[in-house]
T-cell receptor, first 114, second 111 residues
C-alpha cells in the first residue's frame, strides 16, 4: 500500500498550458503539503492544508492553486505554465501537532515545461 | 548519474567506513529536526529525528547530534554501505509546523 501517492509521475507539457497534479494519502493524516524541488535539489514548501483549510501559503505565483476536497487529497493546479515551473513537485502529509517521524513524502511528479 | 553537476557538497567514503554529514540550521526557535535520505527518482525518506531538548539520538547505524549553541546538526552513519548512497537533507521544524529543508549533501559510497 502506497502511503502518499501522486499522479502523474511524469508530466511534459507546453508553455501556456494548464495542468493538474493529484495527491492522495491513506495514513489518516490531517495535514498535507506541496513542496517544489528545483534543479539544484533545493526543497521549498509551497502550500499546506489542514483538514481542508489552507494554513501555509508561501510566496508562490497565483498561477498555482491548491485544492483539498477532503483531508486525504490535495491537488495542485497550475495555470499558464512557464519554463521556470519545470521541477519535481512532492506531496507530503503529517499529523498536525504530532511531529514524530516528520512528514511522509510521495515519490514526486517531474514536470517539464517545453 | 542524476547528481552529476549539482554542485552540492559531496562526501565520498569507502564502504565500511563511517560517514559524517553536517548541517547548519537557521532558526534558534526551531524545536524539532529531521534527517531525510533521498534516493534517485524517489521522495525524501525519514531517517532519524531529534527534539531540541536533546543533544544526541541513536538509531540503527545512525546517530544524530544537535549543537544548539552553534545551530549545527550532524548525521553519523556507521559502516557505510553502497545502499546509503543518496542525497541527505536536514530539516528544521519552524513555528506553524513548517518543515524547512537545508541544501542537501551527496553521499557517495565507493566499493
Amino acid at each position: 500500500d502506497t502511503a502518499v501517492s501522486q499522479t502523474p509521475k511524469y508530466l511534459v507539457t507546453q508553455m501556456g498550458n494548464d495542468k493538474s497534479i493529484k495527491c492522495e494519502q491513506n495514513l489518516g493524516h490531517d495535514t498535507m503539503y506541496w513542496y517544489k524541488q528545483d534543479s539544484k535539489k533545493f526543497l521549498k514548501i509551497m502550500f499546506s492544508y489542514n483538514n481542508k483549510e489552507l494554513i501555509i501559503n508561501e510566496t508562490v505565483p497565483n498561477r498555482f492553486s491548491p485544492k483539498s476536497p477532503d483531508k486525504a487529497h490535495l491537488n495542485l493546479h497550475i495555470n499558464s505554465l512557464e519554463l521556470g515551473d519545470s521541477a519535481v513537485y512532492f506531496c507530503a502529509s503529517s499529523q498536525r501537532g504530532y511531529t514524530l517521524m516528520g512528514y511522509t513524502f510521495g515519490s514526486g511528479t517531474r514536470l517539464t515545461v517545453v | 548519474g542524476e547528481n552529476v553537476g549539482l554542485h552540492l557538497p559531496t562526501l565520498s567514503v569507502q564502504e565500511g567506513d563511517n560517514s559524517i554529514i553536517n548541517c547548519a540550521y537557521s532558526n534558534s526557535a526551531s524545536d524539532y529536526f529531521i534527517w531525510y535520505k533521498q534516493e534517485s527518482g524517489k521522495g525524501p525518506q525519514f531517517i532519524i529525528d531529534i527534539r531540541s531538548n536533546m543533544d544526541k539520538r541513536q538509531g540503527q547505524r545512525v546517530t544524530v547530534l544537535l549543537n544548539k549553541t552553534v545551530k549545527h546538526l550532524s548525521l553519523q552513519i556507521a559502516a557505510t554501505q553502497p545502499g546509503d548512497s543518496a542525497v541527505y537533507f536536514c530539516a528544521e521544524n519552524m513555528r506553524g509546523n513548517k518543515l524547512v529543508f537545508g541544501a542537501g549533501t551527496i553521499l557517495r559510497v565507493k566499493s
